[in-house]
């Protein structure tokens, strides 16, 4: 299936434009969705992660502690390192998985982290960047999870800088502080659009000869 990365920095709204694509007939990915599943109670990186970090990485509930790893990661590089070692490979081969069952106009891969892994660019057709400004993204991540933006900084600064995603992109959508619910829905249906017209072509080219 023709294939979109839909990817942008914490805050910069990506979950928004996902759930309408999936409305309007994608197939949406979702790799945070996997993560958080993966390290839920009784995951499939549940072991492994207690192997690596000790029993103070799960929770009481058996869950991954997420405040507990988020802060050991942030210390030491080689930390994060070690995690995404380990999660990142699960919620790949559960993206291919899901994809391969998948019915839909395209395929979608929610993946925040997309331009910083490297290998998603080459697993998809177009890397569509939900762009946003730095403050606005502190604003938004602030009033829907209560961190201080000292704490948004430290997230942020582990993900690629705006610049280097739009780099990255084939597609922008623009999401700042001045763009309103009405007008990001209005970039995404057309992109939609064009998107599916990229998918109808693909299916014809990829048709057997009668």
Same mark, same amino acid.
């Given at each position: 299936?023709?294939?979109?990365?839909?990817?942008?920095?914490? &805050?910069?709204?990506?979950?928004?434009?996902?759930?309408?694509?999936?409305?309007?007939?994608? !197939?949406?990915?979702?790799?945070?969705?996997?993560?958080?599943?993966?390290?839920?109670?009784?995951?499939?990186?549940? !072991?492994?992660?207690?192997?690596?970090?000790?029993?103070?990485?799960?929770?009481?509930?058996?869950?991954?502690?997420?405040?507990?790893?988020? #802060?050991?990661?942030f210390a030491?590089? !080689?930390?994060?390192?070690?995690?995404?070692?380990?999660?990142?490979?699960?919620?790949?081969?559960? #993206?291919?998985?899901?994809?391969?069952?998948?019915? &839909?106009?395209?395929?979608v891969y929610?993946?925040?982290?997309?331009?910083?892994?490297?290998?998603?660019?080459?697993?998809v057709d177009?890397?569509?960047?939900?762009?946003?400004?730095?403050?606005?993204?502190?604003?938004?991540?602030? !009033?829907?999870?209560?961190?201080?933006?000292?704490?948004?900084?430290?997230?942020?600064?582990?993900?690629?800088?705006?610049?280097?995603?739009?780099?990255?992109?084939?597609?922008?959508?623009?999401?700042? &502080?001045?763009?309103?619910?009405?007008?990001?829905?209005?970039?995404?249906?057309?992109?939609?659009?064009?998107?599916? &017209?990229?998918?109808?072509?693909?299916?014809?080219?990829?048709?057997?000869?009668?």
């Amino acid at each position: 299936m023709f294939s979109i990365g839909l990817t942008g920095g914490i &805050g910069s709204g990506k979950s928004q434009v996902a759930q309408w694509l999936d409305q309007w007939g994608a !197939a949406v990915i979702d790799t945070d969705q996997i993560a958080h599943a993966l390290t839920a109670a009784g995951g499939q990186a549940i !072991a492994a992660l207690r192997g690596a970090f000790g029993a103070a990485a799960i929770a009481a509930d058996g869950s991954l502690d997420r405040a507990w790893m988020r #802060a050991q990661a942030f210390a030491d590089p !080689a930390v994060r390192q070690r995690l995404e070692g380990i999660v990142h490979p699960l919620i790949t081969q559960s #993206a291919q998985q899901q994809a391969a069952q998948a019915s &839909g106009t395209y395929l979608v891969y929610v993946v925040p982290l997309l331009v910083e892994t490297g290998h998603w660019q080459a697993r998809v057709d177009r890397v569509c960047v939900v762009d946003c400004d730095p403050d606005t993204q502190v604003r938004r991540v602030s !009033a829907r999870s209560g961190l201080t933006p000292e704490a948004i900084g430290r997230i942020m600064s582990t993900q690629a800088s705006r610049e280097t995603r739009l780099a990255a992109a084939d597609d922008v959508i623009v999401n700042d &502080g001045t763009t309103s619910l009405d007008t990001l829905r209005q970039q995404s249906w057309r992109l939609h659009q064009f998107w599916c &017209g990229h998918a109808l072509r693909s299916r014809t080219l990829t048709l057997p000869p009668k």
